[in-house]
């Protein structure tokens, strides 16, 4: 096997002069370099970068957290991370939380224990407090989840807003009678929709009953759980918000399997625009987020903590989203987002 000193040897130069070509130094020539690389291409050296990585305290790793990767937004939005830090010589580790608090403060850890040189938080299950002290051992960046502070940069969508205008949608369609599938309670994100939500009805003067709150339903099979539950305790219900399109292609197969017609019994709204969206029959309504921009931009952030030390600002970027009209509410049309 071929060792630095061979390239040295064989290229002319000395070991240190390859040594700083391979950790990408400055004042070496271009004559040099390229006799060195030519070298080290006929010998087949490989330099150790575990040992580069070793000298320059740095891992090259990127950790993304997020709650599962089966949901299908979760995995786009990992799949454009990887793409936008592969081009910055970034490697991606992905660790999934599934809304865990121990499980989030663990992977938090591989920042403390310079196992990672970032994070990017694509979800968020325990308060600001717990998540602040990190910040000391490497930069953080929020993506999809979002806090009201100023101590972190995010990049997100306004949640509260995109479940507000597809609620009113949902009223606009005659609906009076409206249930929520949520998640859960302890996200952010999932506050902020059911304030949307909630402020749609107010709007109204619609009267929300507390048992139409639907709280962790996460895939097809809790939509499905969602529909028998409204079928056999709320069978007035003719609308509801979902916070995924998972949910609300549960909820659409089963009402259709028990004889309701969706959307003329039951208006159903999903979230994230999911291929399932377009395959169900009728095709659900759902917001869409510009997950690609939103992945490309938190890298950008992060690369430039980690590159730029010094970086004092935190910034926050909200995308605009997009409602996708569609027959599961009685209508076929694409309306932009009036967000910011």
Not at 11 to 29: C, W
């Amino acid at each position: 096997m071929a060792t630095i000193e061979d390239v040295a040897k064989l290229a002319g130069l000395s070991r240190t002069t390859v040594s700083r070509v391979i950790n990408d130094q400055p004042y070496v020539t271009e004559e040099k370099k390229e006799k060195i690389l030519d070298a080290m291409n006929q010998l087949g050296y490989v330099p150790n970068s575990s040992a580069r990585r070793l000298r320059s305290q740095r891992t090259e790793t990127i950790a993304v957290l997020l709650p599962r990767v089966t949901n299908p937004f979760f995995g786009r939005l990992i799949e454009s991370i990887e793409e936008q830090a592969s081009d910055y010589g970034y490697q991606v580790i992905v660790c999934q939380t599934h809304d865990n608090k121990k499980k989030e403060l663990d992977y938090l850890n591989l920042l403390k224990t310079k196992q990672v040189d970032g994070i990017v938080l694509a979800s968020l299950a325990n308060d600001w407090k717990d998540i602040e002290p990190f910040l000391a051992s490497g930069p953080i960046v929020l993506c999809n989840e979002y806090l009201e502070n100023d101590h972190i940069s995010m990049i997100h969508i306004d949640h509260r807003q995109a479940a507000f205008e597809a609620t009113l949608h949902l009223i606009e369609q005659g609906c009076r009678h409206l249930a929520y599938a949520t998640g859960g309670h302890h996200t952010h994100i999932t506050q902020e929709r059911k304030l949307g939500f909630l402020h749609a009805l107010q709007q109204h003067n619609i009267e929300f009953n507390p048992d139409l709150e639907i709280s962790h339903t996460l895939n097809v099979e809790e939509g499905r759980k969602a529909f028998y539950y409204i079928k056999e305790h709320h069978p007035y219900v003719d609308g509801i918000f979902t916070g995924s399109d998972e949910v609300a292609a549960g909820v659409i197969y089963a009402a259709t399997q028990e004889g309701w017609r969706v959307p003329e019994d039951l208006a159903v709204v999903g979230f994230d625009n999911q291929m399932l969206s377009l395959l169900m029959v009728p095709a659900i309504t759902t917001i869409q987020q510009p997950v690609d921009d939103m992945a490309v931009k938190a890298i950008q952030v992060l690369v430039e903590k980690l590159r730029n030390k010094h970086t004092a600002h935190e910034h926050r970027y909200v995308y605009p989203y997009e409602l996708f009209k569609r027959k599961s509410t009685g209508v076929q049309a694409v309306v932009p987002s009036a967000s910011k």
